[in-house]
């Protein structure tokens, strides 16, 4: 059986804990978003609109490496944060912020096409949502120093962006969680409540938990 599950959301919506967490419930294979292998991200974080055409461009390159490598993976995977965020939310709030130019914005787009016509879309999309609060209260806990100087404006955009990328998102089914509140990793009822509905939107064959 050859599944694969994509956990999408904002910074802090919490994409890497519930890929761990279907990790270890389903053994399903994890793969993690690639940010700490960006040359280009504290450059980035320091002027944007210097760097941003190039830093978008290496997340989409290596982002498409990721989703060949997942396609060829036999069994089930967990995917965190998945190609098309790159192009919708983030590449697209750069560009509208004038970050990037038409002319790169073109190119970029030309690969984005491109890619999409070569990869295969998830069976199973988790939209992980949560308010503006708790996303800075979790990216301050975690102490990425990049993120810590992110502005509030720019959050906001690509909670916005998100929104309405979701609403319009129709290449595969579509799982919403609202995260605020939800404890998973230590509540029981709120972990059997996600692995109910995870495996309600997901084939009898996915499989039983390995622990709960």
Known sequence: MKRSIAIA?????????????????????????PNDENPYLADFYKDMKAWAFQSQLYFLSSKFRLHQELDRQPGVVALDRTIFEDAEIFATALHQMRKISKRDWATYQGFYGAILDAIQPPDLMIYLRCSMRTLRQRIALRGR???????????KRLERLYDAWIESYDMSDVLVLETDQLDYIHDLLHRLDVMERIEAE???????????
Do not use: H, W
């Not at 997901?202 to 709960?212: N, Q, T």
């Open 145 to 155: 120093k990049m993120e810590q100087d992110v502005p509030l404006s720019y959050l």
């Open 9 to 33: 959301g904002n910074m802090g919506s919490g994409k890497s804990t519930l890929v761990e967490f279907l990790s270890r419930t389903y053994g399903v294979t994890p793969f993690y978003e």
């Open 202 to 212: 997901l084939p009898p064959e996915f499989g039983k938990p390995a622990c709960i």
